[in-house]
């Protein structure tokens, strides 16, 4: 069946991902990719399939309601998949009004434009709201996992921001019918990942014999997510979801942030050929993060009982394989930290 997708945040590290997948997988659909290209979107995470017919980019601002109701009325949209969020915990702790605008009123503009569009004549039609395990605050008992039903606790503006857009979503479902479906997921890492992130930066500074920074005594836990499983989840909840619900997806792998630390530099010693130990010797503990969530733990029971997903790989096969392609694609990390890429968008449509 035909259908016309919107993907918010689709050049960001998930987002870009979730086109590829629904791009290649399903040339019947057109795919168009809204991004504003903040210093998380990058245009060249798509370069493979920037020239597939079923694939349209769109550059703007969730944020300017005029813009993107007719964005909506343009393309006539059948489904929304919405990831485009500020999503770094440090930068809303410095500037939380960002995160409230992105993050809570683009979600309500997208929301209004796509009420306006079906009018009520939801047949065909589904808005996927992507969210965070962060909303449900922290766990301090070891045995104890977030649910789809959790109470939510979020510690930090980043968790508040998308706690207030996870409710507007499901306020639209309960107040006009539109039909929603909402994710919380685990911490991600893989390919793509921007180098301000825990996996990214410490590959980063390994291979430049750099600090490895790390919060307070390293004990804070997190549960892995490898992102092309996280994509693989959004397709089956896009396409089979029930209608109104939630679904958390998690990766199984809880890990202390420093008993990770140290795995990725004992892999990054093995693979660059330095002597074992080598790398730990970079560690650096760093005043604690304000507000520093002790521990997330997603159970996924839900997706798997109803939708049947699990993740694809364990945590040591998808950490290999993304250590792997930042060896393997050394320049695309160096285009992020030296800031080339973000003329990226310009050389390309001047080219054309």
């Not at 997988?25 to 809204?34: A, R, S």
């Not at 994710?183 to 180098?195: A, E, I």
């Not at 979801?241 to 008993?259: Q, S």
């Amino acid at each position: 069946m035909k259908k016309t997708i919107l993907i918010t945040g689709g050049a960001g590290f998930i987002g870009s991902h979730v086109v590829r997948l629904f791009v290649t997988q399903y040339p019947e659909y057109t795919i168009v990719n809204l991004d504003k290209l903040t210093y998380a979107g990058n245009l060249q995470n798509l370069i493979d399939i920037d020239q597939s017919p079923n694939y349209i980019f769109e550059k703007g601002d969730i944020v300017d309601a005029n813009y993107i109701n007719q964005l909506f009325q343009q393309y006539q949209f059948d489904g929304v998949i919405h990831l485009a969020a500020e999503s770094h915990v440090d930068r809303s702790i410095t500037d939380p009004m960002a995160f409230v605008m992105t993050n809570v009123v683009g979600t309500v503009n997208l929301l209004n434009a796509a009420k306006e569009l079906w009018k009520g004549n939801y047949e065909g039609k589904r808005f996927y709201h992507v969210s965070t395990d962060e909303v449900y605050g922290e766990l301090h008992d070891p045995k104890e996992f977030f649910l789809e039903t959790t109470k939510y606790d979020p510690r930090s503006p980043y968790s508040a921001s998308k706690a207030s857009s996870d409710h507007f979503v499901r306020a639209y479902h309960n107040t006009y019918g539109l039909p929603i479906v909402v994710s919380n997921c685990s911490n991600n890492y893989g390919p793509n990942h921007f180098p301000e992130k825990l996996i990214p930066l410490m590959i980063n500074n390994i291979k430049n014999k750099k600090p490895l920074p790390v919060y307070g005594k390293g004990e804070n836990v997190r549960d892995w997510l490898f992102v092309k499983d996280h994509a693989r989840a959004i397709d089956v909840i896009f396409h089979k979801g029930a209608n109104g619900d939630t679904y958390n997806i998690g990766g199984h792998n809880e890990w202390k942030n420093l008993d990770l630390v140290h795995l990725l530099c004992d892999v990054m010693d093995q693979k660059l050929g330095n002597a074992q130990g080598t790398s730990r010797q970079l560690i650096t503990f760093v005043t604690d993060r304000a507000g520093h969530d002790l521990r997330y733990a997603i159970d996924a029971t839900k997706l798997k009982d109803e939708l049947g997903w699990i993740p694809s790989v364990t945590f040591e096969q998808g950490l290999d394989y993304t250590v792997e392609w930042y060896l393997n694609n050394w320049e695309w990390i160096e285009q992020i930290t030296s800031g080339s890429y973000q003329s990226y968008y310009e050389q390309m449509y001047q080219e054309r």
